[in-house]
């Protein structure tokens, strides 16, 4: 018999329905004596937990800059990094303000570049 590589096992996984893979775990617990229901059940957990802030929240929401503060050039360099623009547009788009950084983001990189953005001195809202 052909040893069958991790390559081909996951390609053959992905083709089984919900019923065929339930059947092989079955089949696998019987023949080497295990069980899959711990790391089912955590895995579940996992999942309602991944769920629970997305429903809480909107999923895509829009970082806006309020006001530069003190320091401009910090946050015009920061802006460049979160946009990935240049100088001279990330500038011009500062001095725009109140504007909108970016939007339809995730919730998360939105927290994420507004502790970038509040470091550097600016007023930040999300949207």
Same mark, same amino acid.
């Given at each position: *018999?052909?040893? /069958?590589?991790? @390559?081909?096992?996951?390609?053959? %996984?992905? =083709? *089984?329905?919900?019923? @065929? /893979?339930?059947? /092989? ?7 080497? &004596? ?13 999942? $309602? @937990?991944? #769920?629970? !802030?997305?429903?809480?929240? !909107?999923? @895509?929401?829009?970082?806006? /800059? ?6 401009? $050039? +910090? $946050?015009?360099?920061?802006?460049? +990094?979160?946009? &990935?623009?240049?100088? *001279?547009?990330?500038?011009?788009? $500062?001095?725009?303000? !109140?504007? +909108?950084?970016? =939007?339809?983001?995730? !919730?998360? =990189?939105? =927290?994420?570049?507004?502790?970038? %953005?509040?470091?550097?001195?600016? #007023?930040?809202?999300?949207?």
């Amino acid at each position: *018999m052909a040893k /069958l590589t991790k @390559e081909e096992i996951i390609a053959s %996984l992905k =083709e *089984m329905t919900i019923v @065929e /893979l339930n059947d /092989l775990v079955k089949a696998v617990e019987a023949e080497f &004596g295990v069980t899959a229901a711990a790391p089912v059940a955590g895995a579940h957990a996992a999942v $309602v @937990e991944e #769920e629970a !802030p997305v429903a809480k929240g !909107p999923s @895509e929401v829009s970082l806006i /800059l309020k006001a530069v503060g003190q320091t401009k $050039v +910090a $946050v015009i360099k920061a802006v460049q +990094a979160i946009t &990935g623009l240049g100088l *001279m547009d990330a500038k011009k788009l $500062v001095d725009g303000a !109140p504007v +909108a950084i970016k =939007e339809k983001i995730s !919730p998360v =990189e939105a =927290e994420e570049h507004k502790k970038a %953005l509040v470091a550097a001195g600016a #007023e930040i809202e999300i949207k």
